[in-house]
């Protein structure tokens, strides 16, 4: 099959490790031509260019940017973003062949374009759901439910739902706020399709004697918590904060922190004003390098911000769950992460915002080594088992397997 994937993500090459990356080798790795358009936006100062290699052809559209970025450039470079990747498409791939259009959220502005390659290919299409919006962005605040930008965004949210054959959601409770509130959905095409990892065999190292951790000033006595990941508005960052603040009162448990995004000089400018002693903050590391230290912890940090009514399936936990590690969130009260990892005991979860027992928990997480080395294999044993990329890869093949 030729496949084509539509993403706002910088792709370069499939090498690097990634939920999207890992799927595409996976494509590859089974016999599959894999097309990737992505985003090259105008902070790298590149061009639009076709890369190809084998059975993979990277077209790098120049955009303007629209990731980690203020929401005034974003919006508008998102805006633009379909007329950009239509242009670079028949310019280059004019003569190609599609039968699969593959594309996750948010591409809502990309309507146009998935259309255009359906009925041009009369090509399957098939959407993997991971962020709702614009309903996420309400309930941050950032936009309102009474103005034109919302009312045209959900008409294209609509318009995706409709012109996708299948819509894969990360969670059950995923498909559950799709029902509730789409009531034109045809529910037949919803079904799960799990944020997903190709699984590595993690490397041990053993904290105490890491001269890693000796190298950044990280005590190897304390039970180690990891947040590792983007750093903005929808991770919670002021409640964060106030766990860093809370936990300088503790003596058995430490925070990293470790990440890049538009929340990161927020988080920069309290840590140059406070000094937390129990805790780093680390700025966005390559995946090996953040893997290892990840490897080194003891337990990882989940975060959402508590006004969300969207349910969100964050894909940090991933890294996580690759590294045994038990997982402690504190989500909003839709989200289902945390009651997956309740019911199968690789995690324990809080409503956001509510310090007291958040700070219960890490104590929970902090007293009992054999109790996070038992709940870090149950995770794993849940990823191998559910969030493995062979389980997103499947749930979109069957829909082309005779």
Known sequence: MNIVFLTLVRISDVSQRGIYTDLLRLFLERGHSVYVVSANERRYGGKTEVVDSGRLHILKVKTLNIQKTNYIEKGIGVLLLENQYMSAINKYWNNIHFDLILYSTPPITLNGVILYLKNKNNAKTYLMLKDIFPQNAVDLGLLSKKSLLYKMFRRKEKKLYSIS????????????????????????????????????????????????????????????????????????????????????????????????GTGYAKVKRWFDVHLPKNALLIPYLPKAEYDKIVCLCDVGLVLLDHRFTVPNTPSRMLSYLECRLPILLATDIVTDAGRIAESNDFGRWTVSGNLEEFMSLMQYMSEDGNRRVVMGRNGYDFLMNNWTVEHTYNSIMRHFRS
Do not use: W
């Not at 799960?192 to 890491?210: G, T």
């Open 165 to 260: 054959d299948y819509i894969g959601c990360t969670s059950p409770a995923n498909i559950d706020f799709l029902i509730e509130h789409n009531k034109q959905i045809d529910k037949s095409k919803l079904e799960i399709c799990p944020n997903s990892v190709e699984l590595h065999e993690m490397e041990y190292f053993s904290k105490d004697n890491s001269e890693f951790l000796e190298k950044l000033n990280i005590p190897s006595d304390k039970t180690l918590f990891i947040y590792g990941g983007n750093l903005g508005e929808p991770q919670g960052l002021d409640f964060l904060l106030r766990i860093v603040e809370a936990n300088e009162l503790r003596a058995d448990s430490y925070i990293i922190i470790i990440g890049g």
